[in-house]
């Protein structure tokens, strides 16, 4: 248990749905990122949310849509995906905290979710 | 972009050897992590070494850090077969004034056969 909770663990839906995953933690941490893990490919930074705003929206096609409404939870709202959209999506919290070397925010390390593996029917 | 590589892609050892995965990255860091992930599942943290530090032990690990080649290493010695799993590098890629954005690489695979 690594005090980041996402739900659901499986998903499956067809390209017209909508669905969203939510991701919860526990540890009192600032900052939530989503991350897109598909085989063979590094993992994929999506979005970051640090102080409840969206610091980060790296290229993600519209049909994904993140939500922060408060410093514990974090969703990704879903629809109309596209089966190469079929992956195991991970969310993670950090606490970032203090500055280093040049100014760059010093942090500890990211705790992950267990992940939600979705499929695009 | 995609900060840190590992390298190799696939190891495979016999339980009891010793497995050393390498990472390479970019950009100047304030420190690297080392995660583990099982199959499917979610990544575990396992170490942090610091900018300023050149080696850390953790129990059976030992990672080592040289910022003049860009480069680090994890070793795990005495492999249990419970150790097989992937295994990623992530440095601090957050800009100066922005956020801690953690930026992986793919994996190393690691197979320990009992």
């Known amino acids: 248990e690594t005090g980041v909770t996402q739900t659901p663990r499986h998903l499956v839906m067809g390209m017209t749905n909508k669905k969203s995953l939510k991701c919860e933690q526990h540890l009192g941490h600032n900052a939530m990122y989503w991350y897109k893990q598909s085989a063979k490919k590094p993992l994929e930074l999506m979005f970051v949310?640090?102080?409840?705003?969206?610091?980060e929206n790296n290229s993600v096609p519209s049909r994904f849509s993140p939500e922060c409404p408060n410093s514990s939870h974090l969703f990704l709202h879903l629809h109309t995906l596209q089966p190469e959209d079929s992956a195991l999506y991970l969310c993670a919290s950090s606490q970032e905290k203090g500055y280093g070397t040049g100014g760059k925010i010093m942090n500890t390390e990211a705790f992950f979710g267990q992940g939600t593996r979705l499929t695009v029917v | 972009s995609q900060q840190g590589e590992e390298d190799p892609q696939a190891l495979s050892i016999q339980e009891g050897e010793n497995a050393t995965m390498n990472c390479s990255y970019k950009?100047?860091?304030?420190?690297l992590q080392w995660y583990r992930q099982n199959s499917g599942r979610g990544l575990v943290h396992l170490i942090l070494i610091r900018s300023n530090e050149r080696e850390k032990h953790s129990g059976r690990l030992r990672v080592t850090l040289d910022t003049s080649k860009k480069s680090s290493s994890l070793l795990i010695t005495a492999s249990r077969a419970a150790d097989t799993a992937s295994y990623f590098c992530a440095t601090d890629a957050g800009r100066s004034g922005g956020s801690y954005i953690p930026t992986f690489g793919r994996g190393t695979s690691l197979i320990v056969h009992p």
């Open positions: 949310y640090s102080l409840e705003e969206r610091v």
């Open positions: 950009t100047s860091i304030n420190n």
